[in-house]
């Protein structure tokens, strides 16, 4: 079963007030990118910087049980219905035997409606939404803003929320 990010807010401490989020290697988060960019002059050493909007509620399932449970538990707890804003930024490069954007997530930052973050180091890759392999597909060297993506953890992250 796919883990989400807005799982773990609602389960992982906040029912309880706690000051640290975990997020265990193998989270899945699907988001949209804020940013596009031209890859053809893309290096290892040189990568396009990325940004992706993490999206809590897209009407489907599971986001749309996630969404139930976070607007529940936030209910509970006194907390608005409204989920975090939350992004995570990454570096990319462009692999063109396979035409596709390989996107390395680097960083996350979160803020909820009432002014608490967390935000720090994120361990993992980026995923096409549309055929949910690794690597964004890119038409002429273009990684295009607005793409619905999905960013996969590789290692387990605890943040501390302020």
Not at 35 to 49: I, T
Not at 76 to 82: E, K, N, R, S
Not at 103 to 110: K, Y
């Amino acid at each position: 079963m796919k883990k989400t990010l807005a799982i773990l807010l609602s389960i992982s401490g906040l029912s309880a007030f706690a000051s640290n989020i975990y997020v265990p290697m193998g989270t899945i988060l699907v988001g949209q990118l804020l940013n596009g960019a031209n890859l053809k002059s893309s290096k290892v050493e040189d990568p396009a910087p990325v940004i992706m909007k993490v999206i809590f509620d897209d009407g489907k399932n599971p986001t749309e049980i996630v969404s139930k449970v976070m607007k529940q538990n936030n209910k509970t707890i006194g907390l608005a219905d409204d989920f975090p804003d939350c992004k995570v930024t990454g570096v990319a490069i462009l692999d063109k035997a396979i035409n596709r954007a390989k996107i390395r997530a680097e960083n996350i930052e979160c803020v909820f409606q009432d002014g608490r973050t967390f935000n720090g180091d994120l361990h993992g890759y980026f995923i096409d939404y549309s055929d949910q392999k690794a690597g964004i597909i890119v038409e002429n060297h273009e990684l295009t803003a607005g793409k619905k993506v999905m960013v996969v953890t590789v290692s387990s992250s605890s943040y501390q929320i302020k």
